[in-house]
């Protein structure tokens, strides 16, 4: 008798212990290495706008628990990111990775390249999956600046260049790219440059943002009343970028 309560007595112990199957099944999903934390000193949830610093990564180095392998490779400690980074242009001229701040929850980021003559290679990084999917925005890749949804995986970057400041909502399972469509607020071939630094989230996926609309001097005569410069404040829908003014 006194050998099997001892025997009960282990077991009971040993049951107590170990995690339960939820439990389990929660940290087997939970991402893995050291993703960096999200940044929500500037919005905080429901969504986030990140005001943290996008991380250089070097070959043979790593930043923020990522690291890139001379050879293209990015992994963490859990493993390696597939495909691999291309690491210098057509021309033989290397490519300079970044790495944004990642999503919450440190599910996914954005990993941008840009070669010596400004062209930008943009990938969504699944932090858990290891996995790299190919997006875009304009030629020149995004600004280093980030707002992450909170109810659904979508992401918004601004691209800047030439006189153009255009707003991009990412869907980060998939990687597919939408352009926000502010420019038809006025009649014309007109042009809208978002400031991403009033962008606000007023629930998990509705952001207000204001967005100046001007003429375009390329396309059409600007001296008239209509091509002066006019600041609208938007309330936008993700995903679908789907906006009405605001009051």
Known sequence: MKKLARTLALALVAAACSPSPDKQRSEDAAPQGHAPAPDTSHGGLPGTVSAATWT?????????????????????????????LQLADATGAPIAYRVSPPSPGARYAFVNGTARDGAAYLYVAD???????????LKYGPAPWVAYAAEKPYALLVSKQEGTVQLFGIDLATGASHPADFARLRSGPKTAAVDESTLVWEDGDTFVVNATVACNASLEDCRKDDGKAATHKLRVEVPGLTWTEAA
């Open 56 to 84: 250089e990564l070097k070959p043979g180095a790593a930043g923020h628990g990522l690291r890139l392998a001379p050879d293209g490779t990015l992994s963490t400690a859990a493993g390696a990111f597939a495909p691999k």
């Open 127 to 137: 932090l858990r999956g290891r996995k790299l999917t190919p997006t875009q925005v």
